[in-house]
């Protein structure tokens, strides 16, 4: 079974500029989680879809970060413009279905981001 | 808001020595789950816990759920240079689909 794909692996950019990340989940998972984490921290939840909707972006700085998953399965995060706060791994996860109780989230590889 | 506190932020033992982090929630938690990160790498699922006091072993790990539901350990016996990345406990507040809270994590390492 393929898992969390994630893409690019790395990316630099200079602030203000803007970046997108993709992430494709193990198939048949309805719910997609993105999380940022900052060197030396646990992961933060941005957002958490289930199928193509929006269940929690309470914690998704909205001024500059925007996320869809259009057509449930795919999902794509946009920083615009970027801070130099904003360098972090960010991780995509997924699982089977958020209501299920024994509910393990499989993460990707993530994605490097270093603004200078 | 609501946090998930992890200690220590750091461990360093001998090989074969015993290991413990602990993870205290500010709030009352529906489950808890425990993650693995290895340096480079990205957060493996371990296990989740659901009941008040409940207790599960994985070979040389040891997991606890407080009576509370408010704390939780994980317990490695012997350590070995296997063991070494960060062990994130993550409490899920609410329901079943509540979002899970990250704690800071406690990294490992284990010196041969």
């Known amino acids: 079974e393929a898992g969390v794909a994630q893409s690019p692996r790395y990316k630099i950019i200079e602030k203000r500029q803007s970046v997108a990340f993709w992430c494709n989940p193990i198939?048949?998972?309805?719910?997609l989680y993105w999380y940022q984490q900052i060197l030396g921290q646990g992961p933060k939840l941005l957002i958490q879809f289930q199928n193509n909707g929006v269940v929690d972006d309470s914690q998704l700085p909205k001024d500059r970060f925007s996320a869809e998953r259009l057509k449930g399965v795919d999902s794509t995060l946009k920083i615009q413009p970027a801070k130099l706060e904003d360098s972090a791994v960010y991780l995509c996860?997924?699982?089977?279905?958020?209501?299920?109780?024994?509910?393990?989230?499989?993460f990707g590889p993530g994605t490097r981001l270093t603004v200078l | 808001g609501q946090q998930v506190m992890q200690i220590p932020q750091y461990q360093h033992v001998q090989e074969g020595e015993d290991f413990t982090t602990y993870c205290n929630s500010s709030t009352t938690l529906s489950n808890i789950q425990w993650y693995k990160q290895r340096p480079g790498g990205h957060p493996v699922f371990l296990i989740q816990l659901v009941k008040s006091g409940e207790v599960k072993k994985q070979k040389r790990l040891t997991f606890q759920f407080g009576e509370a539901k408010k704390n939780s350990s994980l317990h490695i016996t012997a350590t070995q240079t296997t063991d070494v990345g960060t062990y994130f406990c993550a409490g899920r507040v609410g329901n079943q689909g509540g979002k899970l809270i990250f704690g800071q994590g406690t990294e490992l390492s284990v010196k041969p």
């Open positions: 198939s048949g998972h309805a719910t």
């Open positions: 996860a997924s699982s089977l279905d958020r209501t299920q109780l024994g509910n393990e989230q499989f």
